[in-house]
């Protein structure tokens, strides 16, 4: 599963592509790509997810 996370450091938002992975099973969330401190629009999240699956 992939999905856009949200993140704060400081006061400042940033936004992350994460991945869910099956690790030694357990779930684990990677960090796919760093998508800047802007949101991203409804449009780039589906074409991240689809390039992701």
Known sequence: ???VREKK???KTY?????????RGRVRQKN????GSE???ED???KL???ED
Do not use: A, N, T
């Open 32 to 35: 796919i790509q760093y998508l």
């Open 44 to 46: 780039e999240i589906r």
């Open 39 to 41: 949101k991203p629009s």
């Open 15 to 23: 936004y992350y592509l994460v991945k869910s992975v099956r690790e």
């Open 1 to 3: 599963m992939v999905f």
């Open 49 to 51: 997810r689809k390039k």
């Open 9 to 11: 450091v400081k006061g």
